[in-house]
């Protein structure tokens, strides 16, 4: 299995940039695709970004797509969040998650569909 920690979440201004990093350990890392998940209050869960376990590709939900790039380094064990232009509506808890990479199934969209989570972080952007 993998521990996953979350860090860099803080309160930003609107229009300003964060970067959110989630540090593995355990069993290779590169073993696993990677995401980013946020939950707003009184939300559920939704999907943010993701990459597959080799960086090669990369996805990301409608509502940060050009605002938001997701990056791994196999080397360090680490997946970032790189998020700039921050609206309001951006406040959320994030989590990293991981998924072990299975025959014939690539990178997937669902929390669910995920093994490992990260405790997770908050992100606040102030109007």
């Known amino acids: 299995q993998v521990q996953l920690v979350d860090s860099g979440g803080e309160l930003v201004q609107a229009g300003g940039s964060l970067r959110l990093s989630c540090a593995a350990s355990?069993?290779?890392?590169?073993?696993?695709?990677m995401a980013w998940f946020r939950q707003a209050p009184g939300k559920e869960r939704e999907f943010v970004a993701a990459i597959s376990w080799n960086g090669i590709n990369t996805y990301y939900a409608d509502s940060v797509k050009g605002r938001f790039t997701i990056s791994r380094d196999n080397a360090k064990n680490t997946v970032d969040l790189q998020m700039s232009n921050l609206k309001p509506e951006d406040t959320a808890v994030y989590y990293c998650?991981?998924?072990?990479?299975?025959?014939?199934?690539?990178?997937?969209?669902?929390?669910?569909?995920?093994?490992?989570w990260g405790q997770g972080t908050q992100v606040t952007v102030s109007s």
């Open positions: 355990g069993r290779a890392f590169s073993t696993y695709h």
């Open positions: 998650a991981a998924r072990a990479v299975r025959p014939y199934s690539g990178v997937r969209f669902f929390d669910y569909e995920y093994d490992y």
